[in-house]
Nanobody, 128 residues
Framework: VQLQASGGGLVQPGGSLRLSCAASGFSLDDNGIAWFRQGPGKAREGVSCMSLTPTYYADSVKGRFTISRDSAKNTVYLQMNSLKIEDTGVYYC????????????????????????WGEGTQVTVSS
């Protein structure tokens, strides 16, 4: 069982990146998926989530980021547009039982303990 996050890199403000979270050994369709990030000197925070409940985005990324799933590739994506310097950080994907509310997963840091599998982080640096 493995989650592999990739797609990070260095981009200028206003640019775009697409992160991927590929699973092996289990089906992402049976799980909720969340993206988290940890900026320099900051606590890890929820970014976006999809499960049986409506897709949810943190206020800081709403309208700029889009989460999606490709079941055939067993991969979840995070399309990040209009990137800002404050989006810099290490981005992680994680799975959780899909009956939990995405809104709660993203807005309540204590619920990160519900995550069952974590991918290794991928670094996103937004800088001019």
């Amino acid at each position: 069982v493995q989650l592999q996050a990739s797609g990070g890199g260095l981009v200028q403000p206003g640019g775009s990146l697409r992160l991927s979270c590929a699973a092996s050994g289990f089906s992402l369709d049976d799980n909720g998926i969340a993206w988290f990030r940890q900026g320099p000197g900051k606590a890890r925070e929820g970014v976006s989530c999809m499960s049986l409940t409506p897709t949810y985005y943190a206020d800081s990324v709403k309208g700029r980021f889009t989460i999606s799933r490709d079941s055939a590739k067993n991969t979840v994506y995070l399309q990040m547009n209009s990137l800002k310097i404050e989006d810099t950080g290490v981005y992680y994907c994680a799975t959780f039982p899909n009956h939990y509310s995405c809104g709660s997963i993203i807005t309540r840091p204590s619920l990160q303990t519900l995550m069952e599998y974590w991918g290794e982080g991928t670094q996103v640096t937004v800088s001019s």
